[in-house]
């Protein structure tokens, strides 16, 4: 019925559908770079030696001086 305008009417469809789908590509793209990299699994982390000393004087394996002498040894 309305096929009378021409050429017009059939490139602004085409106009609009590469801007449609331009569109849902950057969306995706954008998407995609806010997303951190998955970079597997993490190693365990080992405690350092002055965490361990810390721990073995909170459970009582070994007494205050003999603590404190080895921090100072930790330091330098």
Do not use: C, H, K, N
């Not at 995706?28 to 405690?47: C, F, K, S």
């Amino acid at each position: 019925m309305w096929w009378d305008g021409g050429w017009g009417g059939w490139l602004a469809m085409a106009v609009m559908m590469a801007v449609f789908w331009g569109a849902i590509v950057a969306v995706i793209v954008l998407l995609m770079r806010g997303r951190p990299a998955d970079q597997g699994p993490q190693a365990p982390t080992r405690p350092t030696s002055r965490e361990i000393l810390d721990e073995r004087f909170a459970r009582g394996e070994i007494d205050r001086e003999e603590y404190e002498d080895r921090r100072a040894a930790l330091q330098g």
